[in-house]
């Protein structure tokens, strides 16, 4: 008995595995009391909520869906969160002119969604609402809409126009790109559109996410006047090489640049006061970035995984550098800290293998009494009383710094026996007239007209002239 037993289970077993299994694609909402109707490859699913009708799920089997006004006198109002979510065989949808709302993700990931129409009635499109429609080239935006969430149509890389309603009073398009309707914010650009870019000139702001994921897009240019970017404004754009960041501009704000991989350089200018969280994160790319003074702040992994970076002078202004703020920048070798630092967050050279030099404005007291976690540098060393204006001698590795006034040139910083400078004069026809040898630092008289060249001499004897650091007095 025990064994037929068995065997009758096994068998159903096997019966079962041999059946078809349909898919529920955005079914996550869906439970046992909601209803379903039929429409091409599936079913749709739908709840009562007072009154009126919420579409919760679908078969991931759809490939058409036509959605009723209304059922059992009820009407339809709101896509739910994730409704379609993964239907990538859905190829048309027909949205009643009753519904009012789509929610979150509802057609996420619908690859094979080439359009869609959507009714005047609509007032709401939620984050992510088409995220992943691949297969969408262009979207209207219908006169009803008042909130489009950013992120709506995030990863439709195939999008190259959002027309807007000129009847529509909260939104406007100009080539496909939405903005408010007195052109003063930029909300939304298709990921689909390459090139170069230039804001028209009246843009104030930028909105989150504004750009983000556009990898074709390779320049942008933001007139004065831009005040304000929300985060995430450029983040993922992948082919962005190059960036004009107008002085108008306060901040950079959180994840403004985050993962633009082929960004090589970035000015900031004058005017920027802070570098928020996660700004440049992931611009492996980036090879030098130009600091203003006047900057305060530079946040929390602003430059996380800069990997290109090789050399940062953080200007005499900053008072603030958060946490992890380098962390994996393994390319960085120095860093110049100003005296006007306060505090330095945790971490804030984890990863960065390749440094070896912190140079620092100020004392060794003055350093020990920055907040923080200022002892955390790794294998770096400090150097302190740093002069960013000084020349470095690359032939000796020591750093010397010299300064002219009248007929005195003066030489001060790492001058010893074992590192001596040797300063050589010559006439207008570029014959030598003196040598001078300096074993300490000290000043020479270098009178006369003649042109005062320094030459560099380690214990091995004159570097070539090739080599050499040159001054000319004016």
Same mark, same amino acid.
């Given at each position: 008995?025990?064994?037929?037993?068995?065997?009758?289970?096994?068998?159903?077993?096997?019966? !079962?595995?041999?059946l078809?299994?349909?898919?529920l694609?955005?079914?996550?909402?869906?439970?046992?009391?909601?209803?379903?109707?039929?429409?091409?490859?599936?079913?749709?699913?739908?709840?009562?909520?007072?009154?009126?009708?919420?579409?919760?799920?679908?078969?991931?089997?759809i490939?058409?869906?036509?959605?009723?006004?209304?059922?059992?006198?009820?009407?339809?109002?709101?896509?739910?969160?994730?409704? !379609?979510?993964?239907?990538?065989?859905?190829?048309?949808?027909?949205?009643?002119?009753?519904?009012?709302?789509?929610? +979150?993700?509802?057609?996420?990931?619908?690859?094979?969604?080439?359009?869609?129409?959507?009714?005047?009635?609509?007032?709401?499109?939620?984050?992510?609402?088409?995220?992943?429609?691949?297969?969408?080239?262009?979207?209207?935006?219908?006169?009803?809409?008042?909130?489009?969430?950013?992120?709506?149509?995030?990863?439709?890389?195939?999008?190259?126009?959002?027309?807007?309603?000129? !009847?529509?009073?909260?939104?406007?398009?100009?080539e496909?790109?939405?903005?408010?309707?007195?052109?003063?914010?930029?909300?939304?650009?298709?990921?689909?559109?390459c090139?170069?870019?230039?804001?028209?000139?009246?843009?104030?702001?930028?909105?989150?996410?504004?750009?983000?994921?556009?990898?074709?897009?390779?320049?942008?240019?933001?007139?004065?006047?831009?005040?304000?970017m929300?985060?995430?404004?450029?983040?993922?754009?992948?082919?962005?090489?190059?960036?004009?960041?107008?002085?108008?501009?306060?901040?950079?704000?959180?994840?403004? !640049?985050?993962?633009?991989?082929?960004?090589?350089?970035?000015?900031?200018?004058?005017?920027?006061?802070?570098?928020?969280? +996660?700004?440049?994160?992931?611009?492996?790319?980036?090879?030098?970035?130009?600091i203003?003074?006047?900057?305060?702040?530079?946040?929390?992994?602003?430059?996380?995984?800069?990997?290109?970076?090789?050399?940062?002078?953080?200007?005499?202004?900053?008072?603030?550098?958060?946490?992890?703020?380098?962390?994996?920048?393994?390319?960085?070798?120095?860093?110049?800290?100003?005296?006007?630092?306060?505090?330095?967050?945790?971490?804030?050279?984890?990863?960065?293998?390749?440094?070896?030099?912190?140079?620092?404005?100020g004392?060794?007291?003055?350093?020990k009494?920055?907040?923080?976690?200022?002892?955390?540098?790794?294998?770096?060393?400090?150097?302190?009383n740093?002069?960013?204006?000084?020349?470095?001698?690359?032939?000796?590795?020591?750093?010397?710094?010299?300064?002219?006034?009248?007929?005195?040139?003066?030489?001060?910083?790492?001058?010893?026996?074992?590192?001596?400078?040797?300063?050589?004069?010559?006439?207008?026809?570029?014959?030598?007239?003196?040598?001078?040898?300096?074993?300490?630092?000290?000043?020479?008289?270098?009178?006369?007209?003649?042109?005062?060249?320094?030459?560099?001499?380690?214990?091995?004897?004159?570097?070539?002239?090739?080599?050499?650091?040159?001054?000319?007095?004016?």
């Open positions: 008995m025990k064994k037929k037993l068995i065997s009758l289970i096994l068998a159903l077993c096997m019966v !079962f595995a041999m078809p299994v349909v898919g694609a955005g079914t996550d909402n869906v439970n046992e009391s909601d209803k379903a109707f039929a429409v091409t490859g599936g079913s749709i699913y739908y709840r009562v909520w007072d009154g009126e009708i919420t579409i919760t799920g679908a078969d991931e089997t490939t058409a869906a036509v959605m009723p006004f209304n059922i059992d006198g009820k009407p339809v109002t709101d896509i739910g969160s994730s409704a !379609f979510g993964n239907c990538t065989g859905l190829t048309s949808v027909s949205i009643p002119s009753s519904v009012t709302y789509i929610g +979150h993700y509802a057609f996420e990931n619908c690859t094979g969604l080439t359009s869609v129409n959507i009714p005047s009635s609509v007032t709401t499109i939620e984050r992510y609402a088409f995220s992943g429609c691949t297969g969408l080239t262009s979207v209207s935006i219908p006169s009803g809409v008042t909130s489009i969430s950013c992120y709506a149509f995030e990863g439709c890389s195939g999008l190259t126009s959002i027309n807007v309603s000129e !009847f529509n009073s909260v939104y406007s398009s100009d496909g790109v939405v903005f408010t309707k007195d052109k003063k914010g930029l909300i939304l650009f298709p990921e689909g559109i090139g170069e870019y230039t804001i028209p000139e009246g843009v104030t702001s930028i909105g989150e996410a504004a750009f983000t994921d556009c990898i074709g897009l390779t320049s942008v240019t933001m007139p004065e006047g831009v005040t304000s929300g985060w995430s404004a450029f983040a993922g754009c992948t082919g962005l090489t190059s960036v004009r960041i107008p002085s108008s501009l306060t901040r950079i704000s959180v994840g403004a !640049f985050a993962s633009c991989s082929g960004l090589t350089s970035v000015t900031i200018p004058e005017g920027v006061m802070s570098i928020d969280g +996660h700004a440049f994160d992931g611009c492996s790319s980036l090879t030098s970035v130009d203003p003074s006047g900057m305060m702040y530079v946040n929390e992994w602003a430059f996380k995984g800069c990997s290109g970076l090789t050399s940062v002078t953080i200007p005499e202004g900053v008072t603030f550098i958060g946490g992890n703020t380098f962390e994996g920048c393994s390319g960085l070798t120095s860093v110049y800290i100003p005296l006007s630092l306060t505090y330095i967050g945790s971490g804030v050279f984890n990863g960065c293998y390749s440094l070896t030099d912190i140079y620092y404005a004392t060794e007291e003055q350093w009494k920055i907040k923080g976690i200022a002892s955390e540098y790794g294998y770096a060393a400090i150097r302190y740093y002069d960013p204006n000084a020349r470095t001698d690359y032939a000796t590795g020591e750093r010397i710094a010299f300064q002219c006034e009248g007929d005195t040139l003066t030489v001060s910083g790492d001058v010893s026996p074992a590192s001596p400078v040797y300063i050589a004069l010559y006439d207008a026809d570029g014959r030598m007239t003196a040598v001078y040898v300096l074993d300490a630092p000290g000043s020479v008289d270098v009178g006369g007209g003649a042109a005062a060249k320094l030459i560099w001499m380690n214990a091995a004897g004159f570097t070539p002239k090739s080599e050499c650091v040159e001054f000319e007095l004016n």
